[in-house]
């Protein structure tokens, strides 16, 4: 189990920070790429005090993988003088607003002749955004109202709702007009904290030798399989005396890739969860921090943990 303890600890820590790192990556005009979303804007340059060791090369690892799911891009006839959003396959679910968190795929092209700048694909990570925030072009957020979750959308965005006369780098010129495909994985609405769970209903557990879980509340949408990816907030206890230890509501939801090693308790306690629904998971020691616990958080050592978790999408 030791694998799966050092699964947990590390996770901690990513599931309570991620929107933290997310909201750095804007539309900053002096540090972002050709990127539209930011989504690539992470790479540190080097120091001077940075290894000396010679670079990874693609000989030492081959080829990166691809992405079945990558779409190819036809360009419109003629350059977009206003935006076009064209649904290329429906969705279903809640039409995107003001204030939804939406999770996307895309590729991006210059519509003038298909040259990529970026996609979110080969990175195999979905983008999270906040509709009308100005945290993407305009054209997305104008694109993007009304999506429904399993929607393939292509935007065909001038210049002017894009970047305008800026100059981004040698693919995206001043006065360039885009073409972007997106798959939108899942549509969340911004929480609610008067909805946060409590302890009510939540068992108190000790002693626990596997996980186990109770339902709370049921949901109505699409169930969670396995290989999937959850979309959720969660409430962290304590599982003698149900203290909150830690919570996820006043960020944005967070992504977990019901995979192996992913976050142990929950990939084993997850799947069957429908979207909607609300899952208190007891979580042995031995699936989590193991019998020294985690001061981080507060957990005693040898103690069981609670995840009470609100299931918000899917894909």
Known sequence: MASSVVAMRRTIPVLLTATLLLAACGNDDEGSSDDTTGAADTEVEA?????TEPPVTFEDVGPPPTNPDKPTVDIPSELPEELQITVLSPGEGRAAEEGDTVIVDYIGVRSSDGVEFDNSYDRF????????TGSVIQGWDDGLVDAQTGARIQLDIPSDLAYGEQSRSDIIGPDEALTFIIDVRAVVPPADLADEPSEAGVPASEGATEVTTVDLIEGDGAELEEGQTAVLRLVFFRGDNLVALDSTWAGDAIQIPMTEGGFPGLVEGMPGMKVGGRRAIVIPPD???GAEGDPTTGLPADTDMIM????????
């Open 47 to 51: 120091t001077d005090g940075a290894s």
């Open 125 to 132: 990570q979905p983008f999270p955004l906040v509709l009308g």
């Open 287 to 289: 699936k989590g921090f």
């Open 308 to 315: 009470v978790v609100d299931l918000v999408g899917l894909y």
